[in-house]
């Protein structure tokens, strides 16, 4: 590994804090974000400020990563503060492929091998026990590390060029977004990122799953990239509860919000109906009112990977718009549906009234009633 050798670190709050101060207070330098073709010269500029503890822009299948050293304590705080995330969310590490995971982590139990020959490089991240090299900033504290081998060519051109390990969240602010486009990145994070690669729009464009395969079941802690299906075609039974004592201290119930409240509905909004004024619609296969400029269909063909591969992008149109709500229609929860309905239980926030027929907006991302009228008013 090249990166420059671990500090000695140990997780107490205060130095925590101390760290974050540290890098909040260098964010005062504004950059000016360039967005920068993934070259080899380029690649390595990148590298060269992943090295001085900087953090840039790095596209994966999934989403963009906001990528950092991952064992350099004082870019992982950069990374914190750029993002104002809580420290008690952890991160992911990304390795490159043929990276020798013992470096960082103490044991690989066998499923999690049969799950790496079989999806990686690619959209599934694996909690694995870690080792003291790994700082407890990246873990939260936790005694588990969160590992993903990205399968997008530009990560991994710029992982082997790193040859060690690089912490990446979504390069969005805490609970908003995630990027799937350079340019996404660029508007989110501005000028606290000096540079980042474009790898074009996210192929996936929704996050990894991540599991922990542990000696004593495979667990799930967030839906994503890979489905639950395919997974189990090739370890047998996954457990969706959380397995009890595994916690995912990211799964916070509001997340991947955009700034515009947004609304599930419990049945696809009827045919025909117009729009309420200032409401934008997140529909599943068609919308057939007059207004279209209000209106996103996920899957005009019924398939979910392309919904998922267009939620993010579309969410974020419909919140430049400057409609008081979006409501959503119903996601079937079957293969990448299940992701898109957790990021869009995430999401939903606000309560509505739809005259007529009572309140119909529950917040907290629960769903909520279709309207047989549709005039809506936002409540709260
Ligand atoms: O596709 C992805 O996973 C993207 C791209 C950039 O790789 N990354 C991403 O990172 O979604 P982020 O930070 O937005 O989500 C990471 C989540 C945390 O919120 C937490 O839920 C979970 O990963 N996580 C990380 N380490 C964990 C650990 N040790 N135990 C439990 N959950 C963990
Ligand atoms: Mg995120």
Not at 193 to 208: F, Q
Not at 289 to 310: F, H, I, M, S, T
Not at 330 to 343: K, S, T
Request: proline content about 10%; charged content about 20%; overall charge positive.
């Amino acid at each position: 590994m090249r990166l420059p050798p671990p500090l000695q670190f140990h997780c107490s709050r205060d130095r925590i804090s101390k760290l974050c101060a540290f890098a909040s207070a260098r964010l005062c330098v504004k950059f000016h974000n360039v967005i920068a073709q993934p070259t080899p010269e380029n690649i390595r500029r990148a590298v060269a400020l992943l090295r001085d503890g900087q953090c840039v822009g790095m596209p994966t299948e999934t989403v963009y990563g906001l990528a950092g050293d991952a064992l350099n304590p004082a870019a992982l705080a950069r990374i914190f503060a750029i993002k104002n995330r809580p420290f008690f969310d952890p991160l992911i590490v990304h390795v490159a492929e043929g990276f020798a995971l013992e470096h960082i982590v103490k044991k690989i139990p066998p499923p999690a091998w049969t799950l790496m020959a079989s999806f990686w490089p690619g959209p599934l991240t694996l909690l694995f026990p870690k080792r003291e090299m790994v700082p407890d900033l990246a873990t939260a504290g936790l005694p588990t590390v969160a590992v993903r081998c990205p399968a997008h060519p530009v990560a991994q051109a710029l992982l082997r060029e790193c040859g060690g390990p690089l912490a990446a969240p979504s390069a969005n602010k805490f609970g908003r977004l995630s990027p799937t486009s350079a340019a996404a990145v660029a508007a989110e994070l501005g000028a606290e990122v000096p540079l980042t690669l474009d790898g074009g729009p996210c192929r996936v464009g929704i996050e990894s799953t991540i599991l922990a395969a542990r000696d004593d079941g495979i667990f799930l802690l967030r839906a994503g990239g890979v489905a639950l299906e395919e997974l189990e075609k090739i370890v047998g039974k996954i457990e969706v509860s959380g397995g009890g004592a595994v916690t995912a201290p990211g799964m916070l119930k509001s997340h991947y919000a955009p700034r515009t409240p947004l609304a599930r509905l419990s049945a696809p909004w009827p045919a025909g109906a117009e729009l309420p004024p200032d409401t934008a619609l997140l529909a599943w296969r068609g919308f057939a009112g007059a207004d279209r400029r209000r209106a996103r269909v996920l899957a005009p063909e019924g398939k979910a990977a392309a919904a998922a591969a267009r939620l993010f992008q579309d969410l974020r149109e419909l919140d430049a718009l400057g409609v008081k709500q979006i409501l959503c229609e119903p996601v079937p929860a079957r293969g990448l549906g299940r992701a898109i309905n957790d990021r869009l239980a995430r999401a939903a926030v606000g309560v509505a009234d739809c005259p007529g027929v009572g309140a119909f907006i529950a917040g907290g991302g629960e769903s909520v009633k279709a309207p047989s009228r549709p005039h809506c008013q936002r409540r709260g």
